[in-house]
C-alpha cells in the first residue's frame, strides 16, 4: 500500500433458505450471499503507532461492538503472522446487525479481505473463509461456519460443517421479500440453548434436525427443478421445526403466518432467530403486497430483494 493510499474491500449480507441451527449438527444448509446489503472496508495507513478504528455508521459504537471489531482485526493479523497494523480503519455497513443477514461474518470477510491484501498475501475465496472463521469463532464461539462461507465464497451454496463448500445453481431468479420482526436476535445464546435442551433430550432434537434435513432435501430438489411452490412449502415446513426447537418467537411466527397468507410460496425466519428478519419466498407480482402485509403485521421494515440465476 504506498503511503496514506486507501485500500478499500468489502463483502456482502447472506441469508440462509434453509438449515439453520441443525447446520450445526451435521445437517447441510441452503445460504445465499445478498450482494444489495454490504460491509465496507477501508484501510489507510498513518504515522500513528497504533490501529484506529471509525465505526462510520456508529457514532457512539458500543463497548461490545467496538471489542468485536478489534478482536476480528487481532484474530485475522495474528492468523496472517503479523500484528496490528499502524493504520485508520473505517468501517462502514448496510447489514443490519442482530438480524440473521450475517452481519458479523460479513465484517470478518472484509478485513480478511483488508489484511490479506494489505500484506500482499492473495488469498482464494478459500482461504478468505479459513481466516473470517477463526474471527467469528473467536468471537461467538460455536459456529457451523455456514455465513463465512456463503460471503466469502459470493455464490449460493450447500454447506456441510467441515466440507468444501457446494455451489449450487438457480434454475431462475428468486424473489425474497426480507422483513425484520423488530426484535434484536442473538445468534450466540440461541445456538448455545438449542445446544443445552439437545443435550438433554437428544433423541428428541435428532427427530427435529432430520426433519430439517428432509426439508432441506425437498429445497435442494425444488431449486433444480425451478419449483417455487415447492421451494416455498418446504421453507415453511424448515419453520415448523425452527419453532420446536425453540427459535422462533411469535412475532417472527407472525410475519410468517401473514406472509403466506399474502400470497407467498412460503416463509421462515433465517439466521439464529429469537428476533431478526423473516423472509417470504414471493412470487414476483405479489412481493411488495407481501412486503406491505409484514409491515402491517409490525415488521420494522420489509424489503423485496432478487437473488439471480447463477451457474455453478
Ligand atoms: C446463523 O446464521 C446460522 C446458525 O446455524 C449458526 C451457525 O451455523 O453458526 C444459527
Known sequence: ???????RTSAPAKIILGGEHAVVYGVPALVLPLSGLRTEVSLRESN???LRI????????????????SGACRTITAALGHGLPDATLEVRSSVPIASGLGSSASLCVALSRAFSRLHGTSMAPADIQRLANEAEQAAHG????????????????RFVTGQPPEPFALAGPLTLVIAHSGEVGSTQAAVMDVALRRDSEPDL??????GIREAVDRMVQALQAGDPAALGAAM??????????GVSTPM?????????????????????????CAMALAPEDRAEA??????????AWAQVTTVGASQP
Open 236 to 245: 415453511t415446513d424448515n419453520q415448523r421445526w425452527l419453532q420446536a426447537i
Open 54 to 69: 471509525l465505526l462510520g455508521d456508529l457514532p457512539n459504537p458500543s463497548e461490545a461492538q467496538m471489542a468485536f471489531v
Open 290 to 299: 407481501i412486503g406491505r402485509a409484514m409491515i402491517d403485521a409490525g415488521a
Open 142 to 157: 460455536r459456529a457451523s461456519g455456514v455465513d463465512t462461507a456463503a460471503i466469502a465464497w459470493g455464490r449460493p451454496l
Open 48 to 50: 500513528i503507532p497504533k
Open 205 to 210: 432434537y435428532g427427530g427435529y434436525f432430520a
Open 252 to 276: 417472527l411466527d407472525r410475519l410468517v403466518r401473514v406472509a403466506t397468507q399474502a400470497g407467498a410460496h412460503g416463509a421462515k425466519l433465517t439466521g439464529g432467530g429469537w428476533g431478526g
Open 1 to 7: 500500500m504506498s503511503p496514506r493510499a486507501a485500500l
